[in-house]
């Protein structure tokens, strides 16, 4: 019965146009990465079952790149935002739908982080959206910010594209052979899914806690007289007037 509804739905995506398949995987990575749309397009998803239709080598390094694509341009999108409005986005509707603790948050966290924190924002839930606007409006370079962010963006297109390609082939390959060979491509699916969960609560953890006593020791360090705290620049941020 489930390798019957698989092969029927793997068949849909698989004659499905490979140009529109991997376009509309493109965009919805590119919608994943903006500001605000992130909270509610499911790109992973996207990817996922666009990915499932992969036939040969050529579609599958395709498939990488347009997602790859997608996502750095989701991310600029927001850090021109960010770099257009500056400090004026807080008070502005974008601001108001962010909410001022989220920005806040946002800009303590790349603030302490510098390129290191844009590179693991991409896998970081809420952050890989907003972290590219905060990004724009500290003055870091376009070009420095791409420098940490492709790679992660690389990273987790190759992670997403390659396993839902190897499972529905490896359905393929097993299917009429093997009796239940659906499950086989349901586990290799939920197995990669629980993992990157999993990867993404432990960091997500780690960097709550490590912001959560890096804002305790600030507090501490108010408290002990002016002049102490928080001040200062992004790392590996440079003025305004010399951004790209």
């Known amino acids: 019965m489930l390798d019957d509804v698989l092969s029927t ?82 008070t502005s509707w974008l601001g108001r739908k962010l909410g001022p603790k989220r920005i806040a948050a946002a800009q303590r966290y790349l603030k302490r982080r510098g390129g290191v924190g844009i590179f693991l ?19 870091m370079r376009y070009r420095t910010f791409m420098l ?40 290799i699916i939920v197995a990669f899914l629980l993992i990157a969960w999993l990867v993404k609560t432990l960091l997500g953890r780690h960097v709550h806690r490590a912001e959560t006593a890096r804002d305790g020791a600030d507090a501490r360090d108010a408290s002990d007289g002016p002049g102490s705290g928080t001040a200062g620049a992004v790392p590996g941020a440079d003025a305004r007037s010399g951004g790209d």
């Open 148 to 187: 940490w962010t492709l790679p992660a963006c690389l990273i987790w297109a190759s992670a997403y594209v390659s396993v839902a390609a190897a499972a529905s082939a490896s359905y393929s390959e097993l299917t009429g052979r093997l009796h239940g060979a659906a499950y086989v491509f349901v586990g």
């Open 9 to 90: 739905l793997l068949g849909v995506v698989r004659d499905m146009d490979p140009v529109l398949r991997v376009v509309i995987a493109g965009v919805a990575i590119m919608l994943e990465t903006s500001v605000l749309l992130g909270l509610l397009v499911p790109g992973d998803t996207v990817v996922i079952i666009a990915s499932t239709g992969i036939q040969g080598p050529v579609e599958w390094i395709t498939m990488i790149v347009v997602v790859v694509v997608g996502a750095l341009a989701g991310e600029s999108v927001g850090f021109g935002i960010g770099r257009w409005f500056g400090p004026r986005i807080r």
């Open 121 to 139: 924002s991409r896998f970081l839930p809420v952050l890989h959206s907003t972290v590219p606007l905060v990004a724009g409006m500290s003055g």
